[in-house]
Nanobody, 119 residues
Framework: QVQLVESGGGLVQPGGSLRLSCVAS????????MRWHRQVPGKERELVAA????????TYADSVKGRFTISRDNAKNTIYLQMNALKPEDTAVYYC????????????WGQGTQVIVSS
């Protein structure tokens, strides 16, 4: 079955860094665009970063541009989110996401990993 399993979250002080990982299984990972999203309880889920199937194209939300880097290792079925210069407003649950390859096909979400940025 399809699984997306995030890890690497935790508590960090403002200005610190974290590296999130998402290990995928159950689909052809190397064929698919992958994304990181984040969500604060009671607020809208936000797209943070996306990466193309081979890793050659990336995009970022304006709020994280220059601080976060998305990458992937297709041999390990894994995507990463390197988060530097963290701010309190980065506090959220971060989710790994496989968007729909076609409009009527399935999308997949991980269970999320909590990131708390606080002094």
């Amino acid at each position: 079955q399809v699984q997306l399993v995030e890890s690497g979250g935790g508590l960090v002080q403002p200005g610190g860094s974290l590296r999130l990982s998402c290990v995928a299984s159950g689909f052809t990972f190397s064929s698919d665009t992958m994304r990181w999203h984040r969500q604060v309880p009671g607020k809208e889920r936000e797209l943070v970063a996306a990466i193309s199937s081979a890793g050659g194209m990336t995009t970022y939300a304006d709020s994280v541009k220059g601080r976060f880097t998305i990458s992937r290792d297709n041999a390990k079925n894994t995507i990463y989110l390197q988060m530097n210069a963290l701010k309190p407003e980065d506090t959220a649950v971060y989710y790994c996401h496989r968007p729909r390859p076609t409009p009527r096909s399935a999308e997949y979400w991980g269970q999320g990993t909590q990131v708390i940025v606080s002094s």
